[in-house]
């Protein structure tokens, strides 16, 4: 796990992400041009958080905005680990805007857990 970069950890979550992880609210939402993280960015966030965020001093982040929610990872030195960024395609994202929160569970969520299962099931050397 702490050989893990940033940019592993987070194909890592992009890689094991899939529909049936997705709430039903968000799976509502989405449409077919919509980019594949579309949805995911709690879920996205919680497990980059639990396998390598945590550790180096990242905070879960949450941006708002009339009937949409933003998660992402942040650090006080300004960096910022989004794995759902992509979903922006070329809208900047306002991160100054987000406000540090913690996540619904202390621990990995259930949908956090399985969606960390399945990255150890694809390539058992990740967490």
Same mark, same amino acid.
């Given at each position: 796990?702490?050989? &893990?970069?940033?940019?592993?950890?987070?194909?890592?979550?992009?890689?094991?992400?899939?529909?049936?992880?997705?709430?039903?609210?968000?799976?509502?939402?989405?449409?077919?041009?919509?980019?594949?993280?579309?949805?995911?960015?709690? &879920?996205?966030?919680?497990?980059?958080?639990?396998?390598?965020?945590?550790?180096?001093?990242?905070?879960?982040?949450?941006?708002?905005?009339?009937?949409?929610?933003?998660?992402? &990872?942040?650090?006080?030195?300004?960096?910022?680990?989004?794995?759902?960024?992509?979903?922006?395609?070329?809208?900047?994202?306002?991160?100054?805007?987000?406000?540090?929160?913690?996540? &619904?569970?202390?621990?990995?969520?259930?949908?956090?857990?399985?969606?960390?299962?399945?990255?150890?099931?694809?390539?058992?050397?990740?967490?």
């Amino acid at each position: 796990m702490s050989t &893990l970069t940033k940019r592993s950890a987070m194909r890592a979550v992009q890689e094991a992400l899939s529909d049936d992880l997705m709430s039903p609210e968000w799976l509502e939402k989405r449409k077919p041009d919509d980019h594949f993280t579309f949805g995911h960015c709690y &879920l996205a966030a919680e497990a980059l958080f639990h396998i390598w965020g945590r550790q180096r001093g990242y905070v879960p982040v949450v941006l708002s905005g009339p009937g949409w929610t933003h998660w992402f &990872l942040a650090r006080d030195d300004g960096r910022i680990a989004d794995p759902t960024a992509g979903q922006w395609k070329d809208e900047r994202i306002p991160y100054e805007r987000g406000r540090r929160t913690g996540f &619904l569970t202390r621990h990995p969520s259930r949908r956090c857990r399985m969606l960390m299962a399945r990255m150890r099931a694809v390539c058992p050397s990740r967490p």
